[in-house]
Structures are given as structure tokens and as C-alpha cells.
């Protein structure tokens, strides 16, 4: 009886250990976010660093993640000197992201949905400008990374500027309400 006792107990911690949360730290040396923003005659395109993240996974399953976005690493990629001085600053002025009072903005997960092995459906509240919305993509993980593309509706973050549903006759000066952001973590 007591050989059965110790076997069953050994049992249920056995079950017990699989299903315990594993909590992976983001390597934000190592992790990349990419945006690009659209205007009616092109786009632009720049990087962000994470600030700091961790990711959440139950039986090799993610099952939730936070990250802060360290909003003063805001930079453009596609243009050089002068001109990318004066999209930088734009960008971190109150028209855009306001960088000044906005130091960070965050992204917490409220639901994450295995699809297979190794993809997601996530939905989770991204704060930007101190504005919480709700918004929902795709991730896959493999290994020791973690990559999503989002894409990101800036009026509801109060990011109206050049905004055809705010501003009348913008014509080739507008911007569209839409940007990408594309990431890749590694952890």
C-alpha cells in the first residue's frame, strides 16, 4: 500500500512539473522591430528597440507576453542626414508619438490560440501615447524566436496628423492611418 501511495504522489508531482509556466526574458540586444509607414507618394521606413519583454510558455506552448518599446530609439532607415534628423524629430514631436511625455509604449497579451506547432493568434493591448486598444495578429515561434507583423492603426493612438479622415484636401501630403510594424525577438 505504501509502495502505491509513493508512486501515485511521484505521479501527480510528474504531472504537476510538465504543466508549470516557463517564463522566457527577452534579449533585447539581439531582438529587432522594423516599421514602415505609408504616405500617398511612398513611404518610410525606420527601427525601434525593445526595452524590455518576456514571453510565457506552458508545455512548450506560448501562452502570453509582454514587452515594453522604448519609443526614444524611434529612427528612420531610409533617408540620411539632414533629412533624416528632421523625420526623426517629426516623428518624435506631438504630431506623431510625443517621445518628450511618451517614453515607452507596451504591448500585453489578453488571449494567445495555438494554430499548429509553431503559430498563433494573438490578441493583446497596445498602449501607445498612454491610449490602450485592443489588436490581434499572428505570431510564430521556433526555437528561441519569436516573429509578428502588425499592423497598427495610428488615429486611435490620437496620431492624426496628415490623416485623411481628420484633415480635408490633404492631396499628395497625406498619410495613410495604417503602419507596419515587423518583429523579431529573440529570448
Do not use: C
Request: aromatic share 10%.
Amino acid at each position: 500500500m505504501k509502495k502505491l501511495f509513493v508512486i501515485a504522489l511521484a505521479l501527480v508531482l510528474s504531472i504537476n512539473l510538465s504543466a508549470q509556466t516557463e517564463t522566457k526574458t527577452v534579449k533585447t540586444d539581439k531582438s529587432k522591430i522594423v516599421w514602415k509607414g505609408y504616405k500617398v507618394l511612398g513611404s518610410h521606413e525606420g527601427t525601434i528597440q525593445v526595452k524590455s519583454g518576456t514571453l510565457d510558455f506552458k508545455d512548450g506552448k506560448l501562452t502570453a507576453a509582454e514587452f515594453t518599446v522604448d519609443m526614444t530609439t524611434l529612427k528612420s532607415t531610409d533617408l540620411e542626414g539632414e533629412m533624416a534628423a528632421k523625420l526623426n524629430g517629426h516623428l518624435k514631436s506631438d504630431d506623431f508619438f510625443g517621445v518628450e511625455t511618451y517614453k515607452t509604449s507596451t504591448l500585453k497579451t489578453t488571449k494567445v490560440v495555438s494554430k499548429s506547432k509553431n503559430s498563433y493568434t494573438v490578441t493583446a493591448d497596445l498602449t501607445i501615447k498612454g491610449k490602450k486598444n485592443p489588436i490581434t495578429f499572428e505570431a510564430a515561434v521556433y526555437g528561441s524566436k519569436a516573429n509578428a507583423t502588425l499592423k497598427v492603426d495610428r488615429t486611435l493612438y490620437d496620431i492624426k496628423y496628415g490623416s485623411t479622415g481628420f484633415f480635408d484636401g490633404l492631396g499628395d501630403k497625406a498619410i495613410y492611418d495604417e503602419f507596419d510594424l515587423v518583429v523579431d525577438l529573440q529570448f
